[in-house]
């Protein structure tokens, strides 16, 4: 397997834009989870879907982002309009079990700036 | 919202030096994750320790887990320059329902 595939790796954008990334999770894995990285604050948690349902959104910063799972090999994280405050890495990791004891696997993460 | 919080921030030692990391928590958990992460990319699942266990070895790391003190530390023995990382705890709950929070990290620097 190749892994969780996240594109694009980089994205730079105009504040106001829109702004998609996009998630492949490792085939057979029922967890999928969004996370964003800053300085300031870690690693938050934003969303994690089982078997293509949202389960919590919770850490969803604002009406602002959205997340998608269509089916079970794709996500995406969108987030309309952007501004400069969302500039983060964001990464996107899939687990076969949660509170049983399965570890994550991320993707490489992509790197947003919002300018 | 964040569960963990690792200590040093930042730690540099020599090759062939231990380097112990701290992982302090805040409310209950099911078991304790560590992860590392190179410059530049995701994060890499390093080991897991339950709840009900209160050691744990995987080749040259060594994980500790005290739930009354809601602490953990990570020891690497022998550590290599291809051990500089960063190093994340990350702890499951129920209140979180089970999915992952993560500490803000170690950065750890192994000079040849």
């Known amino acids: 397997d190749a892994g969780v595939i996240q594109s694009p790796r980089h994205e730079v954008t105009e504040m106001g834009q829109e702004v998609t990334l996009r998630c492949k999770p490792i085939s057979g894995h029922d967890y999928l989870f969004w996370y964003r990285q800053t300085m300031m604050r870690g690693l938050e948690l934003l969303i994690y879907f089982n078997n293509n349902v949202p389960i919590d959104d919770s850490g969803m910063p604002e009406d602002r982002f959205s997340a998608k799972m269509p089916n079970a090999s794709f996500s995406t994280l969108k987030i309309q309009p952007s501004e400069p405050r969302d500039s983060a890495v964001y990464f996107c990791?899939?687990?076969?079990?949660?509170?049983?004891?399965?570890?994550?696997?991320f993707g490489s993460g992509t790197r947003l700036t919002v300018v | 919202s964040q569960q963990g919080e690792e200590d040093p921030q930042a730690l540099s030692i020599q090759e062939g030096e231990n380097a112990t990391m701290n992982c302090s928590y805040k409310t209950s958990i099911n078991n304790l994750q560590w992860y590392r992460q190179n410059s530049g990319r995701g994060l890499v699942h390093l080991i897991l320790i339950r709840s009900n266990e209160r050691e744990k070895h995987s080749g040259r790391l060594r994980v500790t887990l005290d739930t009354s003190k809601k602490s953990s530390s990570l020891l690497i023995t022998a550590s290599r320059a291809a051990d500089t990382a960063s190093y994340f705890c990350a702890t499951d709950a129920l209140n979180s329902g089970y999915a992952l929070n993560f500490g803000k990290g170690t950065s750890l620097l192994v000079t040849p």
């Open positions: 990791a899939s687990s076969l079990l949660i509170g049983a004891g399965g570890g994550y696997t």
